[in-house]
């Protein structure tokens, strides 16, 4: 069985091993700490909430807050940025926004609360995802 990247001494066992999980094995998998892995993943569909504006605006960077409940007819989004112009005539025309109210602003932030469309996808649930309109 090869362990490949989960595998902290990069070894593989030889094919000769048997595939049975021993007591042992068990117990060494269980004293090596979880990892983590990071994508950036870049997609784009017509039914998909914000998909327009972040198409639309380059200037500012546009990422989900973490939501405190399951409803996503009610999102939060941050955007960062100097010029936010661009973006609050963007999401104005886009389709996939019912409304976008501003929730705060400092002087290079700002967080909007969106009730999409209901025909609308969520792009990912709003915790722990990222979307930008350039690399963050």
């Keep these: 069985m090869a362990h490949g990247a989960s595998n902290p001494d990069d070894?593989?066992?030889?094919?000769?091993?048997?595939?049975?999980?021993?007591?042992?094995q068990v117990r060494s998998s269980l004293s090596h700490p979880p990892r983590t892995l990071f994508a950036e993943i870049f997609v784009a569909h017509d039914g998909l909430?914000?998909?327009?504006?972040?198409?639309?605006?380059?200037?500012?960077s546009i990422r989900m807050e973490e939501a405190p409940s399951t409803d996503i007819s009610l999102m939060f989004v941050?955007?960062?940025g100097n010029d936010f112009r661009a973006f609050e005539r963007e999401i104005e025309a886009d389709p996939t926004v019912r409304e976008?109210?501003?929730?705060?602003?400092?002087?290079?932030?700002?967080?909007?609360?969106?009730?999409?469309e209901t025909s609308m996808s969520p792009f990912f649930r709003p915790s722990r995802n990222s979307v930008s309109g350039r690399s963050t």
Excluded: K, M
Excluded at 11 to 24: A, H, I, K, M
């Design 100 to 116: 976008a109210t501003l929730f705060s602003a400092s002087a290079d932030q700002r967080v909007y609360r969106i009730r999409p």
């Design 49 to 60: 909430i914000l998909v327009p504006t972040i198409e639309s605006v380059s200037e500012v």
């Design 78 to 80: 941050s955007v960062v």
């Design 11 to 24: 070894s593989l066992d030889s094919p000769e091993e048997s595939s049975v999980t021993t007591e042992n």
